[in-house]
């Protein structure tokens, strides 16, 4: 005779992951403010940089974990994390180890997600009739290019690109591939700011994370955007058939 009791339970454990995330980004949001900031960064690059020389692999081992936390349960500092990653390590490889830690945090909350609501409600979704259904189907018919466009355009909340495909039944690979993909060009160019802090330091003055926003360094990006879009466009045009 199967045993009912536990199932309650076990239907509440898919969920501890999300609630265990949601709950420690509030108390970071609250908590961490005042150590994962720039002037924290400024403060301590003296130390950073010794151990660094002392301890290489580790302070890359521990920088990339501590990333990965950071995104995972969506805490603040994330961009001080990418200007400490130039910091530390130059454009590259701190571009490369700020990339792997992000995909690796955004896969984290990716999971957790899809196991806590995003099966439910693609399945839904999948079930469902009229605008909702058709929706759906749109999206899984452009799932690539929809997955890279979230991660080129600026003004998409990294942590809202991270939870969208889960509620959407996107597979593992596909949001890996474009997450570690698609997030390469704004990383570049926020570690490359980082590279040149100790500049900044010496000067007393403060990073322009504005740089961003310059017509040379944006229009590149949304070109990419525009490009991930095309395909899009083009089925459109074409009602919506297959290239």
């Known amino acids: 005779m199967t045993n009912t009791s536990n199932m309650p339970k076990r239907g509440m454990a898919r969920y ?25 960064l400024r ?17 890359v081992v521990v920088f990339i974990a ?27 490889p701190g ?5 792997t830690g992000a995909t690796i945090g955004a896969t984290a909350i990716f999971l957790a997600a899809r196991w806590g609501l995003g099966a439910r409600l693609g399945a839904r979704m999948e079930t469902s009739e009229g605008k909702i259904k058709k929706i759906k189907d749109g999206i899984d018919e452009n799932q ?16 809202v690109a991270n939870l969208l495909p889960a509620f959407l039944e996107v597979p593992l690979h596909r949001f890996v591939i474009s997450t ?8 570049v160019v926020f570690t490359s700011i980082g590279a040149g802090l100790g500049e900044v330091f010496a000067r007393g003055e403060t990073p322009d994370l504005g740089v961003i926003f310059e017509p040379h360094i944006l229009l590149p990006i949304l070109g990419l955007s525009v490009l991930a879009a095309l395909p899009i466009i083009v089925k459109a ?4 058939k297959a290239l």
């Open 180 to 187: 570690f993909l698609g997030i390469i060009p704004g990383t």
């Open 237 to 240: 045009l074409r009602g919506g």
């Open 16 to 40: 501890a992951p999300l609630i265990a995330i949601v709950i420690v980004a509030l108390v970071g949001a609250f908590t961490l403010g005042d150590y994962l900031n720039f002037e924290a």
């Open 43 to 59: 403060d301590n690059r003296a130390a950073l940089l010794a151990f660094r020389d002392q301890h290489y692999m580790v302070t």
């Open 95 to 99: 571009a490369l180890f700020n990339v």
């Open 66 to 92: 501590a990333y990965v936390a950071i995104v995972a349960f969506s805490l603040p500092g994330a961009t001080i994390a990418t200007l400490t990653g130039g910091f530390l390590f130059a454009t590259f």
């Open 144 to 159: 690539w290019e929809m997955l890279f466009l979230i991660r080129l355009v600026p003004a998409i909340p990294f942590f």
